[in-house]
Each structure stands twice: as C-alpha cells, then as structure tokens.
C-alpha cells in the first residue's frame, strides 16, 4: 500500500498511461518513502458526460481532496 487510482477523461494510449502511473509511483516512493514494491496504479477512463457525475463526486463533494482543480467540469464538455 499505497494505491493510486487516476480518472482522466478516455483517449490516452495504453504507452501513455504506463509512463503517467510510472512516474506518480516514483514521485511517491521519493515523497513519502514507501516500498515501490507496494505501490499499485489503476486508471479508470470517462466521457466528458460521465466525468460530470464522476467530478461532482471525486472532487466537488471529496471530503479528502488535497489538490484542488481549478475548472468547471463543464469545461470539457466543449472540447
């Protein structure tokens, strides 16, 4: 442990996703100090619709978020 889960909107390579979960895994373990060994990464990919829910959810409502965005996500519904 620790885990990390990434939600970022659908279109990123599989290539892509590995070298983002690689490199958060390194940021922790140089961070905090933990087993690398003990690290997992998930992404989990959303339509610009379903992030809408996902947002209010996962940030608006987070009680444990400790990096606030700073967009609306409806903001990516014009892309």
């Not at 100090?33 to 959810?57: K, L, M």
């Amino acid at each position: 442990m620790p885990h990390i889960t990434i939600k970022m909107l659908q279109g990123r390579t599989p290539e892509q996703k590995k070298a983002a979960a690689e490199k958060l895994a390194a940021a922790l373990t140089e961070t905090i100090g933990c087993n690398p060994a003990h690290i997992s990464v998930s992404v989990e990919d959303f339509t610009p619709q379903e992030w809408q829910e996902q947002y209010r959810i996962e940030v608006a409502e987070n009680p444990n978020l400790v990096l606030k965005p700073d967009y609306h996500p409806e903001d990516v519904l014009k892309k």
